[in-house]
């Protein structure tokens, strides 16, 4: 089954790529782009490091020579199990070409089993993230990017902190979609599919945290008041055929709603996760997500 999603999704990537390509540079000349950020205000990085919603990416990137960096935290505390749970995440993300953008993303991690001798901090692993948008919104087309995230081991193993053995790869499919509408309102939709391979480059039977899975994030946001800087936010998640459940993912649905408060530099963004899960026995909770985020 995971073989047959892989392929897919690889044909996907080759056919919206081989569209993209094709179609960009038509779209661009025939019907203009969405590409200034002002109709948005500002598109700042999200909990992984892109450019993106809360959670959720998009297939726009970062201004060629535009910085931004980022502090996001998460918080949870689950009674089945019985886990309480904080990262706190520091990101760095920069546009190296109007389509390309580059960002590490680093954690600390906090959690908590039943008890003071439980307690335990330390750091989590190490992002390296790459974006390459592929084209531009028109009239009908979203703009599309591709996406890889590279893994490093820096997690604290000993206390559970590391998702990876060796190495984990993503690779992303993004669209989206911003429109302004008559009346001067502007809606967007944001969408990607993910596929997380973890410890499958060498041996992944001598690993503990051999793993594949997918994930589906969307979305959508629009503003709530006319200088369009505070804003809605709906997102949609969801993680499967998740073999191996790790303190960072396990077979999940979420929904969450949530704010952005943005300036064409600064940016705030809270949201609630409700999450259902699908391991035996845990109980649904909420996941607390917040960002802060500063373009230089």
Excluded: C
């Amino acid at each position: 089954m995971k073989t047959l999603i892989a392929l897919v999704f690889g044909f996907f990537v080759l056919i919206t790529g081989y569209q993209a390509f094709a179609l960009a540079r038509y779209s661009e000349r025939e019907y203009g782009s969405s590409d200034d950020p002002s109709l948005v205000v500002n598109r700042p990085v999200n909990v992984q490091g892109l450019t993106g919603l809360i959670i959720t990416n998009s297939a726009y990137t970062q201004p060629k020579g535009r910085m931004v960096i980022g502090l996001s935290a998460t918080a949870e505390n689950s009674s089945k199990p019985d886990l309480s749970i904080i990262q706190g995440i520091a990101t760095v993300t920069g546009g190296v070409s109007d389509r390309i953008e580059l960002g590490v993303k680093t954690k600390v991690i906090a959690t908590n089993t039943g008890g003071s001798d439980t307690r335990r901090t330390g750091s989590g692993d190490t992002d390296l993230l790459f974006k390459w948008r592929l084209s531009s919104a028109g009239e009908t087309l979203p703009a599309m990017a591709l996406g890889l995230a590279w893994t490093l081991p820096t997690g604290e193993t000993s206390k559970g902190f590391s998702e990876v053995k060796h190495e984990g790869i993503r690779l992303m499919v993004i669209g989206t979609s911003e429109k302004e509408m008559p009346g001067d309102y502007v809606f967007g939709v944001y969408f990607e599919g993910q596929l997380v391979f973890i410890d499958q480059l060498r041996r992944p039977a001598a690993s503990l945290y051999a793993d594949k899975y997918g994930v589906i994030n969307a979305g959508v946001l629009f503003p709530l008041i006319d200088n369009r800087r505070l804003q809605a936010i709906v997102e949609y998640n969801r993680v499967v055929q998740k073999d191996t459940v790790t303190l960072y993912d396990q077979n999940l649905e979420a929904v969450m709603p949530g704010l952005r408060y943005v300036t064409p530099n600064l940016n705030i963004s809270l949201g609630v996760q409700f999450l259902r899960r699908d391991q035996a026995g845990a109980e649904n909770d909420n996941r607390y997500v917040g960002t802060l985020s500063y373009k230089f």
